[in-house]
């Protein structure tokens, strides 16, 4: 590759870069559900047909009861019971999952009320508005555990969950298949056996769809090594003839964490957050993997500042390029659910994090939701014992406005071999990196000494993100496109 730097400033025209500049605009937090006695857990957000928000949480009676509501208006309609006669599980780590498509919705949760418990799925065809009976998913004679649900491209369930010996041990991950709706289900298929070791025992599984391919993401035990692992499956979860670890901190620990991974697809990217205390820590990871060739990638913290506290349970929602993380925090004696987002990648999530809710209440289980430049929330509300939702949304920036505070210039974008990064004013770059839309790092330019940077790469054709560090600390992004 070749990398040229322009030791003089050469006057050039101010030109818009292809992008806006964005903002958040938060909505005020309303109540989905309010409890008495009675704790509510472990809620749970999808966006159904027009993108409305629909979420489930259980509530904690003995027997438990799960339950469904969607938005309507302003406020949140009156909760249905997805399984009035069985008693879900709902602990941290073995609860209820959902998925949509369209206005079709599926949830998926474990039940003991068989002894040792079966999974179960429930249906709706008018966006959780009602329920047909639960449908059992696993095949007798084993501990099905810590359900997953996710979809194949005609809209049928494709169902993840741990296994055990009837002795509570040989634990692995198996996927079960439905092509007829979730009416019946499919043999299971073990989607960790390429894996070494066994996976970890009481950490939950997760699946990221795109077409046929079925990403199954799971922590696994090799010798008390408990990174992050993928099983490809390229016929809807059918087979699975791929596995790699996707997670660079090598963490050992004696004990399971009882924390698994989550993920989604971009184009031919997985991008997967994780907790990983490596470090002494525990911190919310991010990584990527191309789905092609089974290649891991870019490896980093979200928020890398040091302190006294503990992060968990991270989810992540986005479309292209727009991503966004939320996790369970612990600092300064306090339980918060924390945000971070980007708009150029996996390499975007750097540090920057909001409380969803500044209120002083103990906030538990928060879940994300994307569609359409807004972030959906829903988290638990345990001071007051209640299931909160909230909006974050992105506010373009005009482009007069732009032009005062943008801190630098792409020209020309697009191009096909060579563009010049114009810094406006007395705040140079120290450095710059590029990456592309995977997060992984294509090259980083140095000893800078100039407000102008020619950047000349073998690019192959797309969008590409670049990230400058300035002499005053900050970190200045954009992005090009190579055609």
């Known amino acids: 590759m070749k990398k040229k730097y322009l030791l003089s400033t050469i006057p050039v025209f101010f030109l818009a870069t292809g992008f806006f500049a964005q903002t958040l605009t938060w909505s005020n937090p309303i109540v989905v559900a309010a409890g ?65 498509a369209g206005d079709t919705v599926y949830v998926i949760y474990s039940s003991p009320s068989s002894g040792v418990g079966d999974i179960y799925l429930s249906k709706s065809l008018n966006g959780g508005q009602s329920f047909s009976n639960p449908v059992m998913v696993n095949d007798p004679g084993n501990i099905p555990v810590l359900p997953w649900v996710s979809t194949s491209p005609g809209g049928n369930p494709v169902c993840a969950y741990m296994q055990l010996d009837l002795s509570w041990t040989n634990p692995r991950h198996v996927v079960s298949t439905s092509t007829n709706g979730g009416a019946t289900f499919g043999s299971e298929v073990d989607g960790t056996l390429l894996a070494p070791g066994v996976v ?15 990403v199954l993401l799971f922590r696994n035990n090799n010798s008390n090594v408990r990174d992050i692992w993928t099983g490809l499956s390229n016929d809807d979860g059918n087979t699975f003839t ?4 996707i997670d660079a901190t090598n963490w050992m620990v004696m004990s399971c964490p009882s924390s698994g991974p989550e993920g989604i697809i971009s184009g031919d990217s997985l991008i997967a957050v994780w907790m990983s205390a490596s470090t002494g820590d525990e911190r919310v990871h991010v990584g990527t993997m191309n789905i092609n060739t089974m290649q891991s990638g870019f490896n980093n913290e ?14 992540i929602a986005g479309q292209g390029d727009t991503l966004g993380v939320v996790w369970q925090d612990f600092r300064n004696g306090n339980y918060d659910c924390m945000f971070s987002y980007s708009v150029s990648g996996a390499s975007g999530l750097d540090n920057q994090y ?7 209440t103990a ?77 992984k790092l294509i090259s980083t330019y140095g000893n800078i000494s100039s ?8 690019f192959d054709r797309g969008i590409y993100f670049f990230s400058a560090k300035m002499q005053d600390g900050k970190i200045v992004k954009g992005k090009f496109l190579v055609q």
Request: glycine fraction near 6%.
């Open 451 to 458: 407000n102008e940077v020619i950047v000349e790469e073998n």
């Open 302 to 315: 979200i928020n890398s500042v040091p302190g006294n506290y503990l992060q968990n349970l991270p989810t």
């Open 36 to 100: 008495t006695a009675d704790p509510l857990n472990r809620p749970k957000i999808k966006l159904s047909l027009n993108n409305v928000p629909t979420v489930i949480w259980t509530e904690a009676i003995g027997p438990n009861i799960l339950y469904c509501a969607r938005k309507t208006g302003v406020n949140f309609a009156m909760p249905v019971a997805v399984a009035p006669a069985l008693d879900p599980r709902s602990t941290m780590m073995d609860g209820p999952n959902m998925t949509v």
């Open 363 to 439: 906030q538990y289980n928060v879940d994300v939701a994307y569609a359409n430049g807004t972030f959906h929330f829903v988290y638990q509300d345990d001071t007051n014992n209640k299931i909160m939702y909230r909006t974050a949304s992105f506010t373009s920036v005009g482009l007069a406005e732009m032009q005062n505070e943008q801190s630098v210039v792409v020209a020309p974008n697009p191009f096909s071999k060579r563009t010049t990064l114009s810094f406006k004013g007395s705040n140079k770059p120290l450095s710059v990196s590029l990456f592309d839309v995977s997060g």
């Open 354 to 360: 909001f409380y969803i809710d500044s209120g002083m």
């Open 242 to 245: 791929q596995s790699t670890d």
């Open 200 to 214: 970890c025992e009481c950490c939950p599984p997760s699946l990221a769809s795109k077409g046929s391919k079925q």
